[in-house]
């Protein structure tokens, strides 16, 4: 299993761009999170999803969108790229219902690197 | 508002020395606890949780956690850290809600520096 993996690794955007990172799992996960990590401030939670269609906001939801058209992927999108939103993005996932386990512990991917100039 | 309180932004150990990370959180009933490490440039790897039982906790690479409840902490703990115990750790909490997709509050995180 790969686990959590995220696309691209690393970005640089202008201002005023738009991208979309990409979140994948291979563990039949139900939970999908995103989370932004700055300097200092440890990670905040942007946007989760507790299922395919659904998502929900998070503790910094402003400027993101979100989208799950399928279990195993989760879309962070970015319509107009701040340099506010320079930051390291992870996704996490949690609970799988066909192998059991705790619905609390999530695993996470290795990031996205975004600079916005 | 839960929050997570990792008081030591900077730690230094020699290696072979026992090391102690400290974790406080704020919240009404006992959350459910995690430690995760980041090495430079990885993604965040558990070391251990807790959630119910026996207060001290066993994780990877040596790793223990002790939950008291009357201090409201959870700190971290090794007997003889190793060079490549140098990393980033950080303390998370998940409020009880019965299960459920809700997302981890995490402290600030604490830098471990190892000297030889």
């Known amino acids: 299993n790969a686990g959590v993996t995220q696309t691209p690794k690393f970005r640089v955007l202008k201002t005023g761009q738009s991208m979309t990172l990409l979140c994948a799992q291979d563990m039949n996960h139900e939970y999908m999170y995103w989370y932004r990590q700055d300097p200092g401030m440890g990670l905040r939670l942007i946007h989760y999803s507790v299922g395919e269609g659904t998502t929900a906001k998070g503790e910094v939801p402003d400027g993101y969108n979100v989208s799950r058209l399928k279990k195993q992927n989760f879309l962070l999108g970015l319509e107009s790229a701040a340099p506010s939103q320079t930051s390291v993005y992870f996704c996490?996932?949690?609970?799988?219902?066909?192998?059991?386990?705790?619905?609390?512990?999530?695993?996470f991917g290795p990031g996205t690197r975004l600079l916005v100039l | 508002a839960q929050s997570v309180t990792q008081p030591d932004i900077h730690i230094t150990v020699s290696e072979g020395a026992s090391l102690e990370l400290r974790c406080n959180y704020s919240?009404?009933?006992?959350?459910?606890l995690f430690w995760y490490v980041q090495s430079p440039g990885q993604g965040l790897q558990l070391l251990l949780k807790?959630?119910?039982?026996?207060?001290l906790v066993q994780g990877i690479k040596g790793f223990e956690a002790e939950f008291k409840r009357s201090q409201s902490s959870f700190n971290l703990r090794k007997p003889s850290v190793h060079w490549s115990d140098a990393a980033e750790y950080f303390c998370?909490?998940?409020?009880?809600?019965?299960?459920?997709?809700?997302?981890?509050?995490f402290g600030k995180g604490t830098h471990l520096i190892i000297q030889p």
């Open positions: 919240y009404g009933a006992t959350p459910y």
């Open positions: 807790y959630f119910s039982g026996d207060t």
């Open positions: 998370a909490v998940k409020m009880y809600s019965g299960g459920g997709a809700d997302g981890l509050t």
């Open positions: 996490a996932s949690s609970y799988s219902r066909s192998s059991g386990g705790d619905q609390e512990t999530q695993y």
